[in-house]
């Protein structure tokens, strides 16, 4: 059994290994809410583009 059929035995539908960032995609710290699907380190870099301001 290879390195890659072990890695990718199951497939992954729901939980956090099936959501990623939509720039880097980075697994952890993701921004879900309003649809952004953005990594936390991804958003500051995009939030004034996108329109949020504190």
Do not use: T
């Not at 290994?17 to 995009?46: M, P, T, W």
């Amino acid at each position: 059994m290879s390195h890659e059929s072990v890695w990718n035995s199951r497939p992954r539908n729901y939980g956090k290994g099936s959501r990623s960032c939509r720039v880097c995609k980075h697994k952890a710290g993701l921004i879900r809410k309003y649809d952004l699907n953005l990594c936390r380190q991804c958003f500051r870099e995009k939030a004034k583009d996108i329109g949020f301001n504190k």
